[in-house]
């Protein structure tokens, strides 16, 4: 290796319709899950390969020019976990340079994109060092499972608008050590947008990995796993044949299951807020008197994302402003929409 080696990917994060709740041996998930691809909440980040100059790969890492100690402690360990899937690692150094489009402070989960983004990055850096393209399929598949090594959730940003993470009989060729994209999705799913609410931007009093922990032996475990199976089935129809109705249904038990399974468990945690509470019942209450297919879901943590499809998208947003922009903070909200995963900087 004479040279350095270097590339930058933009990936962005994807908001889970069917939730990864509970995982197992190496990060694999104990239920399928679905998520929506986003667009707007992204992370770029650039990786620089040199060669090696002491006995154990070094890893600088800078997070928007500044250095982020506990984050750094984790992509190194992630690093280290890496070397049998790319050895090239055990000949470099590497400097990681990163940022996020959205606000670090904004309370959005940031691991998908950012562990996404990472793995882009080494994987493309492999192919380089190797000098041996790899097609797009094989490539997206291969980051696919590093990513969710990084951060399960991660394994779903890496194409779009629809991916799925788990296998199941139900969807052909899923995995659980890598995520799909789902086909034959009716067109309204190509535009759904995402407003998500920033109710709270404090750092989560729980981690997803603690949560995810707290799935085993948890005293609703076999009743969540049959759930989901319904759940599953139910949502594939809706995205083929785009009956936004059922989509609603399973989006907000989803959403709200998986709060409850944090409510329910051992140590029983509660992340949402009065505000969190105030917003969903609007929700419910403008779909009830507008005939708009607007729903909510959440992911670990206070802040509401609203999911409807693009051609609402001027009367969601006034509404929105008008009323819900009261119970956020600092009246915050962030638009994004579906997108079709990362691309190369
Ligand atoms: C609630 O992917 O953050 O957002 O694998 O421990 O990194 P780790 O967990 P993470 O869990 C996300 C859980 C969720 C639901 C989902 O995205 O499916």
């Keep these: 290796m004479e040279h350095t080696l270097t590339t930058a990917w933009r990936s962005p994060s994807n908001i889970a319709i069917i939730k990864y709740w509970g995982k197992h041996g190496n990060q694999l998930p104990i239920n399928p899950s679905v998520s929506i691809t986003l667009s707007q909440a992204y992370t770029e980040t650039k990786v620089s390969a040199q060669r090696k100059s002491g006995d154990s790969t070094s890893v600088a890492f800078l997070f928007e020019g500044k250095e982020a100690p506990a984050f750094a402690a984790r992509i190194e360990k992630y690093i280290g976990t890496l070397s049998e899937f790319l050895p090239f690692l055990h000949d470099v150094d590497l400097t990681i340079e990163s940022s996020n489009a959205f606000p670090h402070s904004s309370g959005i989960a940031s691991s998908a994109s950012a562990m996404s983004a990472l793995a882009l990055c080494l994987a493309d850096l492999q192919m380089q060092y190797t000098d041996a393209p790899q097609s797009p399929s094989v490539f997206f598949q291969q980051v696919s499972l590093l990513s969710r090594l990084g951060?399960?959730?991660?394994?779903?940003?890496?194409?779009?608008?629809?991916?799925?993470?788990?296998?199941?009989?139900?969807?052909?060729?899923?995995?659980?050590?890598?995520?799909?994209?789902?086909?034959?999705?009716?067109?309204?799913?190509?535009?759904?947008?995402?407003?998500?609410?920033?109710?709270?931007?404090?750092?989560?009093?729980?981690?997803?990995?603690?949560?995810?922990?707290?799935?085993?032996?948890?005293?609703?475990?076999?009743?969540?796993?049959?759930?989901?199976?319904?759940?599953?089935?139910?949502?594939?129809?809706?995205?083929?044949?785009?009956?936004?109705?059922?989509?609603?249904?399973?989006?907000?038990?989803?959403?709200?299951?998986?709060?409850?399974?944090?409510?329910?468990?051992?140590?029983?945690?509660?992340?949402?807020?009065?505000?969190?509470?105030?917003?969903?019942?609007?929700?419910?209450?403008?779909?009830?008197?507008?005939?708009?297919?607007?729903?909510?879901?959440?992911?670990?943590?206070?802040?509401?994302?609203?999911?409807?499809?693009?051609?609402?998208?001027?009367r969601v947003q006034q509404w929105i402003e008008d009323v819900l922009l009261d119970f956020c903070k600092d009246r915050r909200v962030i638009y994004d929409q579906a997108g079709h995963g990362p691309v190369r900087l």
Aim: proline share 5%; hydrophobic share 45%; net charge negative.
């Design 151 to 314: 951060s399960g959730s991660a394994c779903r940003s890496v194409i779009g608008p629809v991916m799925a993470w788990g296998e199941t009989d139900l969807i052909p060729g899923s995995s659980d050590v890598f995520a799909v994209q789902l086909h034959d999705l009716d067109p309204v799913f190509h535009t759904m947008r995402d407003a998500i609410l920033i109710v709270d931007d404090g750092i989560k009093s729980v981690s997803s990995s603690a949560g995810h922990a707290l799935m085993q032996g948890h005293p609703f475990g076999a009743a969540r796993l049959s759930q989901v199976k319904t759940h599953l089935a139910d949502l594939l129809k809706a995205l083929r044949s785009g009956d936004l109705e059922h989509f609603t249904v399973i989006a907000e038990a989803e959403a709200l299951t998986l709060h409850a399974l944090m409510m329910t468990s051992a140590n029983s945690y509660v992340l949402m807020t009065p505000n969190t509470i105030q917003v969903m019942n609007h929700v419910r209450a403008f779909r009830r008197e507008t005939g708009i297919p607007v729903c909510f879901t959440l992911d670990a943590g206070p802040n509401v994302h609203l999911l409807y499809p693009d051609a609402h998208h001027a």
